[in-house]
């Protein structure tokens, strides 16, 4: 068999690239001649590349190198207490790489080697215990995919279009496969017999670092599915996530996923914490405050087009992408909308069964230049379903910063490039 | 609620640990005395730790240094046409970051820009086709968790028992979650029907780099579960891993998975390249070659204890873990024995469900300092049971270094030392 470039089949590119434009593809080669990329050899093909021992971890190659985390400088006084936001416009699929994952300390992450690490629990238990590192590892462990998305993503929003951008407005959330012993394993171990009736009993988490960002969390979640997590997607949790352990609480708010856990106190009562009063408290606007505000309702974003991920293509076929999530469970439709809500259509969903995970929808579809309004509208496993800026501040008013899970919309112009807007 | 250290918890702690060394888990602090590292404040939580803005992509921290792609500097000749291998002594759960997931090349790694990519569909359709990366976007896409292993992972050890760690005997692995378009769309964008019978049709398949590491495919895989794709782990694909387009071909050994995807011929006969006569070919002793041993059967190993990954506790409770993964579908059950093969004890597996993709299995048992002969056995959907190396070598012979997937066995000692050894 003959591989060599023919003229014939040069020929035959021409008129691939004509049937393509026809058919609504542009052809990457141009009407008046062959494209020299893929008719000429190239460099690449004659010498050899890199070898495998140069780089000891692997990085993205340097064309990706604007794939990053970012963080927004008006919106915190402090790197040092801050956050960053995962790149989503740029992500396809639904895992997070922990490189490019969102990042939020209050105290700043610190360094601690599993040699130093030690969890305490204490409290109603019958035996208060403290564990190293390696007795951790000693228990039954499990594999999950979870979305951990912080309270206050989306939030700068409350106020109308302030960032324009997905990784900025919806970018405080990432996906991995963690892998942890459950909570309820570690409590059981301490003795919770101690504590009487569990149905009113709480955990009180905390982390080594100087901030300790305590939180209360209610029994019945601790011996659901919270984790005591070492591993995410494979390999240690970075730094920034918590090495070497942090808590992962399925669907519930960031601020609880407590990094570089410390200790686990069974209490009768929710502590009240600075974590979970004077912050993470949605006020509405008569001053008092929506209480116990753990859970992340269903939620969904554009991702692709958006305004940092403009059309790149001509007219014809496009495909429209995104992502969705609960905190309640699976997610279970995606609608999305081209007119501003008028009219919706249901997506695709690229994966289904992944609960309290991030799930990704794809639109196929074609555009001939349009204007559009897109919107896209997540429903989960309980019958929820996304509300509308409105009707979120018709419940809440704008007082708030955190848990603002309405429906964004994507204003895309003529020529493909989009624009964070409100539509009324 | 006072949430200061007092005496009597402090006195607690020593209760606790004695009682889990009783219940066989070494407590952190010693008999003699409180431990510092829950007892007193340690300056982590005094000071400040590290700002969000320090590291545009995130690395792993510095004390999982060690956690890298490794090379065997007496197995190839050349960086530039070489492997390495995935620590998977060191991770857990299902997904191989990109970072550290194992590479082969056989001619570099290329640096090809997205704006240089083309994608050419030529031979037996209607149309020629070249399609530049924006195309690839446009057609809908797929996310799918699969595994890729070298044909000649775990080659080395025909040969009996000579590399010391899981790394360097099953590293030649790594699992993704892929974003792609399935091949069978792109072929039917050229017009399929001008092939005439697709059940004795081929796809040909090849990379931009100088090697072109050309491949034949048989066409019921080709439109089966093929993807050209071009996000792993969310993420681009890294330069290592084909950058912007490879090719993933589910359950079917990693040299068909063909990176810098170039061009896909439609043809009624296997070519017969290079790399699939001489190279990845399985040589019976007689001289005579199996044909076409494309998918990977079932295979599983224990990772942990592994050489690499010793028992790091006490005696008491213990988790074995490992990995299986099938070409032919799912994992249904891992067997695994502590006595070289004599009796066995069903693992529990991670997660259930996934296709062609790395299955985690865990024994949650107790140890108490005996030595073992550790060994898995993995079964998937077909009823294929994974071979011992003496079965395989009566089917097979000596002389191939490709296709092992038989029983791997661990000696541990007293110490909790593994190494690796065979038996008979």
Redesign the interface.
């Known amino acids: 068999?003959n591989?060599k470039l023919t003229s014939t089949?040069r020929r035959?590119?021409l008129?691939?690239?004509a049937?393509?434009a026809a058919g609504g593809?542009?052809?990457?080669?141009g009407a008046n001649g062959a494209?020299p990329?893929?008719t000429e050899t190239?460099d690449?093909?004659?010498?050899?590349?890199?070898?495998?021992?140069?780089?000891?971890?692997?990085?993205?190659?340097?064309?990706?190198?604007d794939?990053?985390?970012r963080?927004v400088e008006w919106l915190t006084a402090?790197?040092?207490?801050?956050?960053?936001f995962t790149p989503i416009h740029?992500?396809?699929?639904?895992?997070?790489?922990?490189?490019?994952?969102f990042?939020?300390?209050h105290?700043?992450?610190?360094?601690?080697?599993?040699e130093?690490?030690?969890l305490?629990i204490?409290g109603l238990v019958a035996?208060?215990?403290?564990?190293?590192y390696?007795?951790i590892?000693?228990?039954?462990?499990?594999?999950?995919v979870y979305f951990c998305e912080c309270a206050a993503n989306t939030g700068m929003e409350w106020a109308g279009a302030q960032l324009n951008g997905v990784q900025f407005t919806h970018g405080m959330i990432h996906n991995m496969?963690?892998?942890g012993v459950p909570l309820r394993t570690l409590l059981n171990?301490?003795g919770l017999g101690a504590a009487g009736d569990l149905a009113d009993k709480w955990v009180y988490v905390e982390g080594?670092?100087?901030s300790?960002n305590?939180r209360s969390i209610p029994m019945e979640k601790a011996l659901d599915d919270v984790l005591v997590a070492?591993?995410a997607?494979?390999?240690?949790l970075?730094?920034?996530h918590g090495?070497p352990v942090r808590l992962v609480v399925p669907g519930w708010e960031g601020n609880m996923w407590v990094k570089?856990l410390?200790r686990i106190e069974v209490?009768d009562?929710a502590?009240g914490s600075r974590e979970e009063t004077s912050k993470y408290t949605d006020v509405y606007e008569d001053g008092t405050a929506r209480k116990w505000t753990w859970v992340m309702d269903a939620k969904s974003v554009i991702t692709s087009p958006s305004p940092q991920s403009p059309v790149?293509?001509g007219h014809?076929?496009?495909?429209i992408s995104g992502l969705a999530w609960s905190g309640h469970g699976q997610i279970t439709r995606v609608d999305v909308s081209r007119d501003g809500g008028m009219s919706w259509e249901t997506a695709?969903l690229?994966?289904q069964g992944d609960s309290k995970a991030l799930t990704?929808f794809?639109l196929?579809t074609t555009w001939s230049g349009e204007e559009m309004l897109l919107q896209s509208r997540a429903m989960d496993e309980t019958g929820y379903v996304q509300p509308t800026k409105t009707q979120l501040r018709e419940q809440r008013g704008e007082n708030s910063v955190y848990h603002n899970n309405c429906i964004q919309t994507w204003y895309v112009n003529a020529e493909g490039v989009a624009e964070n807007v409100e539509v009324s």
Chains 1, 2 share one sequence.
């Open positions: 068999m591989r089949s035959a590119f008129r691939g690239s049937a393509m593809l542009a052809g990457a080669a494209d990329l893929i190239q690449w093909a004659i010498y050899t590349g890199a070898g495998v021992d140069e780089t000891p971890y692997g990085l993205p190659i340097r064309f990706e190198e794939v990053v985390r963080n402090s790197p040092i207490s801050s956050i960053n740029a992500l396809d699929g639904t895992i997070t790489p922990q490189g490019c994952a990042e939020r300390h105290s700043g992450a610190i360094e601690l080697r599993k130093d690490y030690r305490m204490n035996t208060p215990l403290v564990f190293d390696t007795d590892e000693r228990f039954p462990r499990e594999n999950h496969e963690y892998t171990e301490a080594a670092d100087a300790s305590g070492f591993k997607n494979g390999e240690a970075r730094m920034e090495y570089w410390r209490t009562m502590v790149r293509h014809g076929p496009m495909v695709r690229g994966k990704r794809y196929d």
